[in-house]
């Protein structure tokens, strides 16, 4: 099993984090902000991986620092479960539907980090949740989990299922990617031989 637990604390947040990428997608998340709780729930029943997230933050500030300090738990305790990469698939991608709306994923856990966010919204907020900070939740994965992250929302009206379909599509790519592919299950999926 691949597994790690992380734990982060700065003066803004205290964030306790544990990954199995090989799980079933069973999870136990409290940030104490309703609508990204939600949003990791879904990450984690379609990425099947296990997810134990608890995130103490300065929400009486701003949601700003605890959703991209979650951002860079997750991406690392990924990266980290994953070790020296070897047999993995390297590369997810997924188009997801969602009623009038659909969205696309593609990620590398190539080592180098970007994130490219191409999602247009109509409203400044989710829930209690601003707008703006699903593209902060995903820079920060990137760049602590050194992928390439290109997530686009093809077409759709309803803000909602807009932001429901990224976190499915991502979902569903980072599982692609971290999968072991049995014919290099041994072998770096690089032609450097080091991701």
């Known amino acids: 099993m691949r597994k790690q637990s992380l734990k982060r604390s700065t003066k803004e947040t205290t964030i306790n984090c544990s990954v199995n990428i090989d799980g079933t997608g069973k999870n136990s998340i409290s940030t104490k902000i309703g609508f990204f709780d939600h949003m990791l729930e879904i990450f984690s029943n379609h990425s099947l991986i296990d997810l134990k997230l608890n995130a103490k933050g300065d929400v009486g500030v701003d949601l700003h620092h605890t959703v991209e300090d979650c951002g860079l738990v997750l991406g690392e ?34 080592g180098r980090s970007e994130l490219v966010w191409s999602v247009k919204l109509g409203l400044k907020k989710l829930g209690e949740m601003d707008t703006e900070l699903f593209e902060e939740f995903f820079k920060s994965f ?33 599982r692609m990617a971290i999968e072991i592919d049995k014919k290099i299950k041994n072998k770096i999926p690089s032609s450097k031989g080091i991701l």
Not at 147 to 173: D, M, P, Q, R, V
């Open 77 to 110: 305790s990924i990266n980290k479960a994953l070790k020296d990469k070897k047999g993995i698939r390297r590369y997810g991608f997924f188009y997801v539907p969602m009623d009038e709306c659909l969205t696309r994923s593609v990620i590398d856990f190539s």
């Open 142 to 174: 990137a760049k602590a989990s050194n992928s390439n992250l290109h997530i686009t929302n093809i077409y759709g009206k309803n803000n909602h299922h807009i932001i429901e379909s990224c976190f499915k599509a991502f979902a569903k790519s980072v």
